[in-house]
């Protein structure tokens, strides 16, 4: 009798880079400016007079700080992309592994905050309380926070040479960002 064994190591190797614990615990710190921010600003929305919040518009220290936050956070992660074009990877191949979709976030952000700011806050004003949670453009920017955030647990999990039972520090990445 024959017996067959799987066998769960890949066979193609990565061509890809994957991005350090040290560059996934510096996204994730400048990724924690930008849900600071982000929570200022939905307290602003649900806690302060109309008036007020109309008044500050994208200059209030919340937006500030949020786009402060987004702006170290994008940086970091076209940083992690240019090292890799610097040493002569192309397209797709300079992208680490599970930082494509928050390429994407980093990319989306902007186009989200434009529109809220210049668009939606123009037509339909300031939202409060729970309508700022479902208005279009929260939810894109809550969409593009969320690729960029959930980068190092996308890297870990398509991490093949990951111990099954990984020390604390070599998981504590994935950890903190799928906390986020």
């Known amino acids: 009798m024959t017996v067959l064994t799987a066998t769960t190591q890949r066979s193609v190797p990565e061509t890809r880079p994957r991005a350090t614990g040290r560059d996934h615990m510096v996204l994730l710190l400048a990724a924690t400016v930008m849900e600071v921010g982000g929570l200022l600003d939905g ?8 008036a007020q919040l109309e ?3 994208v200059l209030s220290p919340w ?5 402060f936050g987004y702006a170290l956070t994008a940086a970091w992660i076209a940083l992690l992309v240019l090292r890799q074009v610097r040493g002569g990877a192309r397209r797709l191949a300079a992208v680490p592994i599970g930082y494509g979709l928050g390429l994407a976030g980093a990319a989306a952000w902007p186009i989200g905050f434009g529109l809220d700011q210049f668009v939606w806050h123009q037509v339909f004003g ?4 729970i309508e700022a949670l479902l208005s279009p453009t929260h ?7 969320i690729l960029m955030l959930t980068s190092p647990l996308r890297a ?8 099954r039972r990984p020390s604390f520090g070599a998981f504590f990445p994935a950890l903190l960002s799928l906390t986020f």
């Open 43 to 50: 307290w602003a929305h649900s806690s302060l007079p109309l």
């Open 55 to 57: 008044r500050e518009g």
């Open 63 to 67: 937006h500030l700080l949020l786009g």
């Open 126 to 129: 300031v939202e409060r309380g």
């Open 139 to 145: 939810l894109l920017l809550g969409l593009s926070e």
């Open 156 to 163: 870990a999990w398509s991490d093949a040479t990951l111990p």
